[in-house]
């Protein structure tokens, strides 16, 4: 299993492929109640980015989430 860092990306997580991010921006969406824009869901390219879109919708997130 693959450790998720902040830095983590498409590059160091083998199934995070165009699928892979798609899935995630649905999931995100329905887990945190978002409806994330196109350029958003673009955005989605490493665990730090990921943590960004969602404070810019306040969604509050614990460090255990984020991980």
């Avoid at 969406?29 to 989605?44: D, V």
């Avoid at 990921?50 to 810019?56: P, R």
């Amino acid at each position: 299993m693959t450790e998720v860092r902040p830095e983590s990306s498409p590059d160091s997580i083998e199934r995070w492929d165009s699928l892979g991010r798609l899935v995630l921006l649905v999931e995100l969406e329905q887990e945190f109640g978002l409806q994330l824009p196109p350029e958003q869901g673009e955005r989605l390219t490493s665990v730090a980015a990921i943590v960004a879109v969602l404070e810019e919708h306040e969604v509050g997130i614990t460090s255990a989430q984020a991980s």
